[in-house]
């Protein structure tokens, strides 16, 4: 496996459902992020790791739970979402975050349907 | 006000054109600009980035950054169907702890 990969790919989940969506990075890097890509919105960044601490929450509902075990993987748990919370959720790498140069890779997110 | 602002599309050439996509922004702390390409159903790839004025060029891509006028572009010459997808900008400054900041992307088709 190369580059960043997310798991699972598409998921349908009732608002009273618990789930989790993982992520892995095999780049190298130390800094994780999950964003949220919305229909005709942009990216929204959730959250940030950077060398497994936490260094950003964008103000996100604590519904939605990261967890960062390493620096090569990366959750995010989902509790009593709402339907509004359906989109496509994005999971990114790069070297380390606040570098001026952080250029982020990208895995092919999770469709996500909140019922 | 939006940090930036990306010509919303939808853009439609025809095969062969050459295609141009824009941003502006307002934060001048910016210094490291950067284009993704995303396709449907798909996450973002880099395709270029850049941390001056001027212009730099990737086979039939360009980048161009005019900080004086905090305006971006992203040139395509001979454009082909398979350019055919969504073009996100951009950027970030270190006083943003190197988060990036997107603009909200261009959808673009290119028709054979």
Redo the contacts between chains.
Sequence with gaps: ETGVTQTPRHLVMGMTNKKSLKCEQHLGHNAMYWYKQSAKKPLELMFVYNFKEQTENNSVPSRFSPECPNSSHLFLHLHTLQPEDSALYLCASSQVAGGLTDTQYFGPGTRLTVL | QKEVEQDPGPLSVPEGAIVSLNCTYSNSAF??F?W?RQYS??????LM?T?SSGNKEDGRFTAQVDKSSKYISLFIRDSQPSDSATY?CAM???TN????T????TTLTVKP
Excluded: C, I, N, T
């Excluded at chain 2, 159903?41 to 880099?46: D, F, I, M, S, V």
């Excluded at chain 2, 997107?102 to 992307?105: N, R």
């Design positions: 210094q490291y950067m993704y159903r798909k996450g973002p790839e880099l980035y941390y996100l970030s400054a270190k702890a190197g988060k990036s997107f603009g909200d992307g």
